[in-house]
């Protein structure tokens, strides 16, 4: 298993920049690949971004392509989401996610371990 704890979410201005960190503990982090989710007020859970954490190979949703960044770094167990040019439909809970399979997948139902969520707000 893997424990997962979100941090770095808060109120910023359209425009501006956040950077998301996921501390992970238990097992190894390069046996995983880890994700970041979000989930939007009324809507369902979308699949942000993810890394391969052994083969280092990324998805980005098309939707935050060319403005979020993930990256992993194995020896201080973290997965790291640089946001810049938010805008206020970026506004949602952010939640870390780790998943058993060896490849980037857009599927939320293919993730098994979550963490409890930080919240990320972009005023207009």
């Known amino acids: 298993q893997v424990h997962l704890v979100e941090s770095g979410g808060g109120l910023v201005q359209a425009g501006g920049s956040l950077r998301l960190s996921c501390a992970t503990s238990?097992?190894?982090?390069?046996?995983?690949?880890m994700a970041w989710v979000r989930q939007a007020r009324g809507k369902e859970r979308e699949v942000v971004a993810a890394i391969s954490v052994s083969s280092k190979s990324t998805y980005t949703a098309d939707f935050v392509k060319g403005r979020f960044t993930i990256s992993a770094d194995n020896a201080k167990n973290t997965v790291d989401l640089q946001m810049s040019s938010l805008k206020p439909e970026d506004t949602a809970t952010y939640y870390c996610a780790a998943s058993v399979l060896a490849f980037t997948t857009p599927n939320v139902e293919r993730y098994q371990y979550w963490g409890q969520g930080t919240q990320v707000t972009v005023s207009s």
């Open positions: 238990g097992r190894t982090l390069s046996t995983y690949t």
